[in-house]
């Protein structure tokens, strides 16, 4: 025994020096961003270099989709991994609404909590913000930002070149920090990036200094139609503050030497809004042309299952996992990101509910290890839901997308003033080829045996979803005035914040250092993205050993010099100088032929002692907060035009 205890203890430490440490994960959202209006998607787009360049880092996945409508439905489905019929979330929560997301759902922060990390979320909630609704009521550690959408209250413009919002909403946009409101009505200047990229470094770094992983969201306001009465500032400029913000977060990364051990994703929470014109977004190929033909002063945006509302742009960075540069034509949506998660950090969900995701895990090169079940439908097929509705009306299966029912929302400039009469049923339904017509012009002539393959799949979801025996929560969409924030009073004015400073300033990226600042995320223009791009030095003083690994050496010290004298080491007294029952000696006296196990030992302690080294260096990675590898060349970009 005294032979084998060493050996097993040297593998147990090997092992320990071998296991990765859990990945960080931040997910940034956009508000209205479409598909074509980042470059990796549209050429013609030059406001998003910072995500254009994270894109290519990872995964573009060309066919990703919000699971919803409106801003709420995308968010829940984002932190529960459920689709609406099973979390009730059909519409949108505002500063009205009594509720939010219904208190028997568990979110991500809930399970990543659970698993150690912390957990924040930065920027716009959507879930509802009376008592036990907020962020911080729903597994959240850390929460910055505003309840709901600044359409739905009035912003104070403190930029000189904006004037103040002219609007009847009841009371001003309250910022909050934690369950508290810091200042309402809020101020622009406290949601820029320098505001809102320094709280998320802070959280970061206290993350870190306690030794945690962390999971972030970021939620971001700028990107939406900005309600003010001046032509300041325009689409451009909004999408160019999303695309700040994405530099900003990789600074972040690179100053505390996390981005090969975090995962990134970049997308949108909610597709364009036509309505809004120019300002509105761009939906890339994705025109919706059946109903803007059919029903003009129409379109097929946000708001509607035509693909203009509901593709949304996502890509996915996590080194040594998914390949950099690689495009995704697989079905993918917001549902997919829990189960994904749950798979990296070996979550187990829970039995009493249902998921619709599956992790995309399987997508990644040389990690496939949960492929799609072929023989369960909805795994070549997903659905669309309407605003307010749970039928299952509308579904993409394969390339195909096929419409019992088409709705339409708002065109620019339009006069139609009744949406009911732009909706139509289809009981023989619309079907389109989506990769010979994006479009979704001409609906395509299909057999008897295709239409019967798509009444299948439409009974198969049915059944599902009337599925007996699981969690069926309900949502509380009603609204009352009472519900509007109002921290002071009958004039709702307040603020906590100090007059002179705003927030806590990311003093290591300004904006007047954004040129400087981006020379990490974005190559400079003609230039190729290195293969290998590595990070400067931290310039950190040398780590003392730590108590613990100072043990844990001269454990493996111990162990080489105890088996040398062939001792018992581990649970055994001290030798009382006894003969050999083979060799009928003292321990001092043994023939040459018993050195020959004794070699065979020296070398597992060595190799021991390797294992040893390894949890040091591990250990000391882990404190230098290190990366794994550099990574290279950005993803081609795509012509759709």
């Not at 003969?579 to 321990?587: A, E, F, K, N, Y």
Request: charged content about 20%.
């Amino acid at each position: 025994m005294s032979f084998f205890s060493p050996i097993i203890l040297l593998a147990a430490l090997a092992a320990l020096s071998l296991a990765a440490p859990p990945p960080n994960i931040i997910i940034i959202m956009g508000h209205m961003v479409g598909w074509g209006d980042i470059g990796a998607n549209n050429h013609y787009t030059s406001s998003t270099p910072n995500i254009d360049y994270q894109v290519g880092l990872g995964m573009n996945y060309q066919d990703f989709y919000v699971s919803g409508t409106n801003p709420s439905s995308t968010v829940a489905a984002l932190l529960t991994g459920r689709a609406a019929p099973w979390t009730g979330v059909t519409k949108w929560f505002g500063g009205g609404s009594l509720a939010g997301l219904p208190q028997t759902e568990l979110t991500m922060a809930d399970y990543l909590k659970d698993a150690g990390y912390s957990t924040g979320y930065f920027g716009v909630w959507d879930l509802g913000h009376t008592e036990g609704y907020l962020p911080t009521d729903r597994g959240f550690d850390y929460f910055y930002g505003a309840p709901y959408s600044r359409g739905n209250s009035c912003v104070v413009a403190d930029n000189p070149d904006l004037l103040e919002y002219t609007c009847q909403k009841p009371t001003g946009l309250p910022l909050f920090e934690n369950g508290k409101v810091v200042q309402q009505p809020a101020t622009f200047t406290n949601f820029s990036n320098n505001v809102m990229s320094g709280k998320l470094r802070g959280f970061v770094e206290d993350s870190l200094e306690n030794d945690q992983p962390f999971f972030a969201v970021i939620s971001h306001l700028a990107v939406n139609h900005p309600k003010i009465n001046t032509d300041i500032p325009t689409r451009e400029m909004l999408l160019g503050n999303l695309d700040e913000m994405v530099g900003k977060v990789q600074d972040i990364l690179v100053d505390n030497n996390l981005k090969y051990n975090t995962l990134r994703v970049v997308t949108s929470k909610r597709a364009p809004v036509a309505s809004m014109c120019q300002r509105g977004g761009k939906v890339g190929p994705f025109q919706g042309l059946w109903q803007t033909t059919n029903f003009p002063g129409t379109a097929g945006t946000a708001g509607t299952t035509w693909e203009g509302g509901v593709r949304v742009p996502f890509g996915i960075v996590y080194h040594n996992w998914v390949t950099k540069g690689t495009t995704s034509r697989n079905p993918r949506s917001v549902l997919d990101i829990l189960p994904t998660i749950a798979e990296l950090v070996n979550i187990t969900l829970p039995t009493d509910r249902l998921f619709d995701g599956r992790s995309m895990v399987s997508d990644w090169d040389d990690h496939q290890k949960q492929p799609a079940d072929p023989n369960d439908e909805r795994w070549d097929s997903m659905v669309f839901f309407e605003e307010g509705s749970t039928e299952v009306n509308v579904i993409r299966k394969g390339n195909e997308k096929v419409y019992w029912r088409t709705t339409g929302s708002e065109a620019c400039n339009s006069n139609i003033t009744n949406l009911d009469t732009a909706t139509a049923e289809h009981e023989l339904p619309l079907a389109f080829d989506l990769r010979e017509d994006a479009a979704e012009f001409g609906n395509y002539s299909y057999t008897s045996f295709k239409l019967r393959l798509f009444e299948e799949t439409r009974a198969t979801f049915i059944e599902y979803y009337n599925t007996s025996g699981v969690l069926r929560s309900v949502a509380d969409f009603s609204e009352s005035g009472s519900a509007y924030v109002c921290c002071g009073g009958g004039d709702c004015i307040c603020s906590s914040l100090p007059s002179d400073e705003v927030g806590e300033v990311d003093d290591k990226t300004t904006d007047e250092e954004l040129e400087d600042e981006s020379s990490e995320a974005v190559p400079a223009a003609g230039e190729d993205i290195p293969s290998g791009i590595s990070d400067e030095a931290d310039g950190s003083t040398q780590l003392e050993p730590t108590d613990s690994e100072t043990q844990v050496v001269k454990l493996g010290v111990d162990l080489v010099a105890g088996i040398l004298e062939h001792q018992p080491l581990i649970g055994a007294a001290p030798s009382q100088n006894k003969p050999l029952p083979d060799q009928g000696g003292t321990v001092g006296q043994q023939s040459s032929s018993s050195l020959l196990p004794l070699y065979v030992l020296v070398v597992v302690a060595v190799v021991g002692v390797v294992g040893v080294v390894g949890f040091v260096g591990y250990r000391r990675v882990k404190r230098r907060r290190n990366g794994h590898q550099p990574i290279g060349e950005q993803a081609s970009l795509l012509d759709w035009s």
